[in-house]
């Protein structure tokens, strides 16, 4: 019996049904095509559907799957609701999508025609249409982006969401939208420059106003440095409108094509309107950050060789808030004293500590793992024991799923036949597949522990070592050389003080289950 696939992929430049969601509008496509397969008496096996955007199939997995099937001869045709469904993309993903309907004899079928690349002609049709449907997509996205930068002209607002401060609202009469004042939000934009331009950095505000309990419009809980950053670089609130500030380059690496965003942050690279929205600070106090931004940028550049000064950088994080833990120094009568602290130590309870206090402490931590592994290391290993189980296990899995994938193959056989109709079909089919999709869930889990406990005596071995390479030798290696050492045998490491003043370090080593 002659097995045929579904691809579903909602085009950004559907007009029928811009207004609807993804998933309502693959919902409508599954319907017309599923009426397409019961007239015409298709017995669709399986359905892909693409919820991702992407143009091109590098970005678009559910595509990949359907060619890598197709490439098998899975299939006698794939319903599409148009051709330009499968590709957009350059003449080289085209060439590719081409080739592979052509080589396998698969039909490509719409509800308007039905294209068999074994016939001359259909097959110049539908390279001809995919050809067609590549050039009404950049037509159209020329257009977009015309539109977009005349309507940025105009002093419509063109973003996506909001910026802080402000709620989006349609304009009268016309078509376009605009931005209007939040009055609760506006004043902390306000704050955040009188801040900024007073000499306090991203961090100190965000501290300032995690502290406060100002709520953000972001999907993070917390004000971050970055986010504070953003708003003082935003040209909107003076009331303009801003285009070019992203710069996309592509390159082709390993031959796919890598598309790169560029932030422009200097506010003269971009251009900028006039917008029909209302400021939220006055331009003086806009390009004062900007200079004041521009000296911080210049006096804080270091150099790409400038030392590690935390041996511990990008392992060390709070026990209570999950955030990183950082270094920073403090004056003293005498000198410059190292202490570590919490990133978001506005909110979080937990407490500073001296940089050598914290040091010993992991250390010994590792000291007590280290000898404690040693140990269990030359203790009786029932590993292998263990391993002969989980290997008899997936023989029994293996060889029920191959009588389960007989029987299906039985089913398809009764269905000729005439034995089974197709109501008994698909409840028989519906049974095995979810049989069979549970067993092979279970020998995917069961090959991974294999997996895991065959690695896991060479990973162990591998850890001594380096762990006593580092305990040797620890305060005479540079930060950068214990650094290196470190997240080579940890994860990582969490760090809590407590209020009476007790530390408790925890260690995450690595490939180790101990």
């Given at each position: ?121 259909d097959e110049e049709y539908f390279e001809f249409g995919l050809f067609m449907s590549r050039r009404e997509y950049k037509t ?210 937990n407490h500073s500590a001296d940089y050598q206090v914290i040091e010993t402490a992991i250390i010994q931590n590792l000291k ?63 049974i095995l597949d979810k049989d069979i999709a549970e067993l092979v869930n279970r020998k995917n889990s069961i090959s991974n ?66």
């Amino acid at each position: 019996m002659e097995k045929y696939a579904m691809y579903l992929r909602k085009s950004q430049f559907d007009r029928d049904y811009e207004n609807l969601s993804v998933e309502e509008t693959l919902k409508r496509h599954q319907s017309i095509l599923s009426k397409l397969a019961k007239d015409r008496k298709y017995f669709v096996e399986k359905i892909y559907d693409e919820v991702v955007s992407g143009e091109t199939i590098a970005a678009r997995p559910k595509v990949q799957e359907l060619l890598n099937d197709v490439s098998q001869n899975k299939y006698a045709g794939v319903l599409v609701i148009d051709i330009d469904r499968l590709a957009r993309g350059n003449s080289v993903d085209q060439g590719i999508i081409s080739q592979t309907f052509q080589f396998t004899g698969t039909k490509i079928i719409t509800p308007t025609k039905t294209y068999d690349p074994l016939n001359e002609f259909d097959e110049e049709y539908f390279e001809f249409g995919l050809f067609m449907s590549r050039r009404e997509y950049k037509t159209i996205t020329r257009r977009l982006i015309r539109g977009r930068q005349i309507s940025a002209s105009e002093g419509k607002y063109v973003g996506g969401t909001s910026p802080y401060g402000y709620k989006v609202i349609k304009l009268e009469k016309e078509k376009g939208y605009t931005l209007e004042i939040v009055p609760e939000e506006a004043e902390v934009v306000q704050k955040m420059f009188e801040l900024f331009n007073n000499g306090w950095g991203g961090n100190r505000i965000a501290n300032y106003l995690n502290k406060a309990l100002i709520p953000t419009r972001y999907k993070a809980k917390y004000w971050t440095h970055s986010t504070v950053l953003k708003i003082i670089n935003n040209p909107v609130y003076i009331g303009k409108i801003k285009r070019g500030q992203q710069k996309e380059s592509k390159t082709i690496e390993n031959g796919v094509v890598v598309k790169t965003r560029k932030y422009i942050k200097d506010i003269n690279e971009i251009e900028l309107y006039d917008g029909l929205h209302p400021a939220i600070i006055s331009e003086e106090i806009f390009y004062t950050a900007q200079e004041v931004m521009k000296t911080r940028t210049n006096d804080t550049k270091v150099k790409k060789d400038t030392e590690i000064k935390n041996a511990f950088a990008g392992l060390l994080f709070c026990k209570y808030c999950g955030r990183g833990i950082r270094r920073c120094t403090h004056k003293t009568n005498k000198g410059q004293q190292e202490r570590f602290i919490c990133t978001m130590t506005a909110i979080c309870e937990n407490h500073s500590a001296d940089y050598q206090v914290i040091e010993t402490a992991i250390i010994q931590n590792l000291k007590a793992w280290y000898d404690d592994f040693k140990v269990k290391i030359s203790a009786e290993d029932n590993s292998r024991k263990e391993l002969d189980e989980f290997k008899s296990y997936l023989a029994r899995l293996n060889k029920e799923i191959d009588e389960l994938n007989l029987q299906l193959n039985n089913a398809y056989s009764f269905l000729e036949k005439g034995i089974y109709t197709i109501e008994i079909f698909q409840q028989r089919k519906a049974i095995l597949d979810k049989d069979i999709a549970e067993l092979v869930n279970r020998k995917n889990s069961i090959s991974n522990e294999i997996e895991q406990i065959e690695n896991q005596s060479d990973n162990r071995l591998m850890l001594l070592p380096k762990t006593e390479k580092l305990l040797d030798s620890f305060y005479s290696l540079t930060r950068k050389e214990q650094n290196a050492l470190l997240k080579e045998i940890l994860s990582k490491i969490v760090y809590a003080k407590e209020p009476n003043g007790d530390i408790k370090i925890e260690i995450y080593p690595r490939f180790s289950n101990f």
